[in-house]
């Protein structure tokens, strides 16, 4: 992956987190602009270029339906993983997996620390009870935050040559 590649990414990845965070929403023309550029840059300097990119586009657009209609996920994101997917192809996967580790990483470490915060006001309940109600605040997070994160794991371990489920 050329350091190029990597640059426009974090600079789509940037601009998308900072929208997210202000308004919660990721807006459909920034998204498709980016799916554009990512094809044509696929056409002109990727091995299979433009069925790379589609598939690209392809596989986060399938395999993440299920989570928008569960609620898991906004269609935002998926269409950002889109985005990523139109440069990357089919290694939009490794991405997608590690944004959702990241993501439950936050969600324990999260939910551990209302249980512990709850455990010292003395409230004498278990543990466990309090660890799910740590689980049921208010949940919603900035998911773009975490495939930004998950991008950047991805492009480290590229770049060092390891493969992208060795840990």
């Avoid at 094809?39 to 392809?58: A, E, K, P």
Wanted: charged share 10%; with cysteine; net charge positive.
């Amino acid at each position: 992956m050329s350091f190029i590649l990597i640059i426009n990414i974090l600079l789509m990845l940037a601009i998308a987190i900072c929208l997210d965070l202000k308004s919660g929403k990721i807006p459909n023309t920034y998204n498709l602009c980016w799916m554009i550029y990512g094809m044509l840059y696929s056409l002109l300097f990727v091995v299979g270029g433009l069925l790379n990119s589609v598939l690209g586009i392809g596989i986060p657009f399938l395999g993440l339906m299920l989570l928008f209609k569960l609620g898991a996920i906004g269609a935002g994101d998926i269409k950002l993983f889109m985005a990523i997917g139109s440069f990357l192809g089919m290694q939009v996967i490794p991405v997608i997996v590690y944004s959702f580790l990241l993501c439950a990483l936050y969600g324990v470490l999260r939910g551990a620390t209302v249980a512990l915060r709850r455990l010292r006001k003395g409230d004498g309940t278990n543990v466990l009870q309090h660890l799910v109600a740590g689980f049921r605040g208010n949940t919603r997070v900035a998911f773009s935050v975490f495939i930004g994160l998950g991008f950047v794991v991805y492009a480290i371990k590229t770049m060092w040559g390891g493969g992208w489920l060795e840990i």
